[in-house]
């Protein structure tokens, strides 16, 4: 059986978290691993004994691998890949949302992408969550009839009670760190999206993007609005959700539960374990396993997989957008 040679840049979380699934797939060889905190690098070397273990990514040429993941903090990810094409270190690079930090630095790594790279993708893994994916499939076929407005939230008490001016404040704002899942949602759902109206409210310190709205439009018409805040009550665990009306009907759909509500009054509720929510290993969640699954398969058969850099290019552009529009008022 061939297998992908992969090597895994950031041990944090996400990285962690990643290594591990990495480590269980049969058509996977996780090769190496970087980490620039020396710490980290002594435990992992102590570890996985068979395991490369390096502090800087351009150290990974000598290793060849065959794909990178990327699991370094937002503002990072432009430098890391950057060095990935420039040096010819590997062709198959996956990253976790959002791309990069802005979208004149996502725009550059979609062109080095395009000239230089092979299977590209993002980790808006929403997209591989059983409840988005049965979302989606209704939309598809037409159930809720023609659709009139939706709202979208991503919601967390991450930051409810940071102090001020805390060294716990990450730096970037909540749309990129949290919103950004439902932005890509609703590109997958209903297309492109135009900003109108943003509102951008600092609540931790000046200058803090810790609340987010935004009106939207689709090209073909479609009315929606996006609310993010990381310092919002009730929400231990982070929830992206989505709020669909139709002509036909009324779909709400988060991470765990989708419940569709029709006009005739037939309403129909499915939760994760209704619709098959089962991964032969299962660590944060099992959409992480099969994002890892369909990066890997791409590469094996040679196409490409979603959501890929240019998609998520869309999202920065939003992003972009929200921020400019908001700066106007």
Not at 97 to 116: F, G, I, V
Request: proline residues 3%; hydrophobic residues 40%; charged residues 30%.
């Amino acid at each position: 059986m061939m297998k992908v040679k992969v090597a895994v840049v950031g041990l944090g979380k996400m990285g962690l978290l990643h290594a591990s699934l990495l480590n269980v797939l049969p058509n996977v060889e996780l090769i190496a691993l970087c980490e620039k905190n020396s710490f980290i690098r002594r435990f992992c070397k102590k570890t996985f004994k068979d395991i490369n273990v390096v502090a800087n990514v351009k150290e990974l040429s000598d290793i060849d691998p065959d794909a990178i993941y990327v699991t370094t903090p937002i503002f990072s990810h432009f430098p890391v890949i950057k060095a990935i094409y420039t040096e010819e270190i590997a062709h198959n690079i996956f990253v976790e949302k959002p791309l990069a930090s802005s979208y004149t630095k996502a725009m550059e790594l979609c062109n080095l992408a395009r000239d230089q790279g092979r299977v590209n993708m993002v980790g808006y893994n929403r997209r591989f969550t059983v409840t988005f994916r049965k979302a989606k499939e209704i939309l598809d076929e037409g159930t809720l009839g023609e659709l009139v407005f939706f709202e979208g939230y991503a919601y967390s008490s991450d930051l409810l009670e940071v102090e001020v001016n805390s060294k716990s404040l990450p730096r970037d704002g909540v749309l990129r760190d949290l919103g950004c899942h439902v932005i890509d949602l609703a590109f997958w759902f209903f297309g492109e999206l135009k900003v109108e109206i943003a509102e951008i409210k600092s609540i931790i310190s000046e200058g803090s993007e810790d609340f987010v709205y935004l009106r939207i439009k689709t090209l073909e018409g479609l009315e929606g609005e996006i609310k993010s805040s990381w310092c919002m009550k009730n929400y231990r665990l982070p929830e992206i959700g989505l709020i669909i009306r139709g002509s036909k009907g009324i779909m709400k759909v988060n991470d765990d539960k989708l419940e569709l509500k029709l006009s005739n009054d037939k309403t129909v509720t499915w939760y994760r374990h209704d619709l098959g929510d089962n991964v032969p290993f299962l660590l944060g969640g099992a959409e992480y396993f099969r994002e890892d699954e369909a990066f890997i398969r791409a590469i094996l058969e040679g196409h490409n997989v979603e959501p890929s850099f240019q998609t998520a290019l869309k999202v920065e552009q939003v992003i972009a957008q929200v921020k400019e529009t908001a700066r106007k008022k």
